[in-house]
């Protein structure tokens, strides 16, 4: 599996505060959820607990081959794919797509990941995840985003991934 080349003091190219330092953040954390809310708490940004909103999932995502090997699965393995817009009250903070293995993550947490708003990172907490930086990237300006960030999710002894994060975001967070 592809390691990262990314430490939590490498730099983001370009990149200025606090841009600089949330990219930073988000390589040193465990929880992409956890530290968001530090931010916003932090920072001003919405009000309460952060909250997923859902969108339609591709049914088979283009790059389903590329994402099942960085995965350690097989092709016949199932994988899904979950969309959403990360929300503190009426703040929208980032958008992520996470495609992840149901068979690595008990049914309950299946269950809460169909049918509840809660983020990923919150549902699958109780495994004590890690993630690890695959890339990073500075998004031009004027757009909605301002940061791309991806990362694999490992959990369990020994730590095997049981998802791959694609996370994108906005620029509210850096304001």
């Not at 931010?39 to 389903?64: D, K, M, V, Y």
């Not at 490992?154 to 694609?166: D, F, Q, W, Y």
Request: proline share 10%; net charge positive.
């Amino acid at each position: 599996m592809p390691r990262s080349r990314l430490s939590a003091a490498t730099p983001l190219p370009g990149a200025e505060e606090p841009i600089a330092t949330l990219a930073r953040r988000l390589r040193e954390t465990t929880s992409a959820t956890r530290l968001l809310a530090a931010w916003c708490a932090e920072r001003g940004i919405g009000e309460g607990p952060i909250r997923a909103e859902r969108h339609p999932a591709l049914p088979t995502p283009p790059e389903a081959a590329a994402i099942a090997v960085l995965l350690e699965a097989d092709r016949t393995t199932p994988l899904r794919h979950r969309r959403v817009t990360l929300w503190r009250g009426a703040a929208a903070l980032s958008d992520c797509d996470i495609w992840w293995l149901p068979g690595r993550i008990a049914p309950s947490m299946r269950h809460a990941l169909d049918t509840t708003d809660r983020p990923f990172g919150l549902v699958v907490e109780a495994l004590h995840p890690t993630r690890r930086t695959l890339a990073e990237a500075l998004l031009p300006g004027g757009g909605a985003h301002v940061l791309d960030h991806r990362a694999l999710l490992l959990a369990g002894s020994p730590p095997r991934p049981c998802a791959l994060v694609r996370e994108r975001y906005r620029r509210r967070l850096v304001e």
